[in-house]
Structure formats: C-alpha cells, structure tokens
C-alpha cells in the first residue's frame, strides 16, 4: 500500500507527534498506528460514555430518594411536633 502525502510541510506538526506518540520514525508506520490508535480512543470514549450516563442516571436516582428522605423526614417531624 502507497501512502502519499500532499503539502507535507502543512502537516509536519502532527506528523511529528504522530511519530513521537507512535514511537516510530516511518511517517506511513506512524499514520497507521495513529488511526489504529483514533479507533481505539474512539471505543474507549464510547466505553466512558455509557458509564457516565449510568452513574449520572444513578446520581438522579439518589438525589432523588434523598429528596424524597428529607421531605418524609420534614413532615413526620412536623406532625409529632
């Protein structure tokens, strides 16, 4: 597979990091890997995702009960009172 890069010097930055991140001097081993790796970022944002909704849904959830512990509390309160 032939890679070819147009106006090098426009992306000369982020080729350089990309072999930095990669740890290799091969631009076209470093694009590969460099997606490779966008990918695997890519389904670990996903992964992160999902739980953060889970527990944003469970801290609703809580806050909730709690809300619902506090007025409970209020009211027995006031009623013995």
Do not use: C, P
């Not at 147009?6 to 080729?15: A, E, G, L, P, T």
């Not at 350089?16 to 076209?28: F, R």
């Not at 695997?40 to 739980?51: A, P, V």
Request: proline fraction near 0%.
């Amino acid at each position: 597979m032939a890679i070819t890069i147009r106006d090098i010097d426009q992306h000369y930055y982020m080729i350089e990091a990309l072999k930095s991140l990669t740890k290799t001097n091969v631009t076209t081993k470093a694009l590969i890997n460099g997606g490779y790796l966008a990918v695997e970022i890519g389904e670990q944002l996903e992964q992160e995702t999902i739980r953060r909704l889970k527990a944003e849904k469970e801290l609703a959830e809580l806050k909730e009960k709690v809300t619902i512990f506090i007025k409970s509390k209020e009211a027995l309160i006031k009623s013995i009172g």
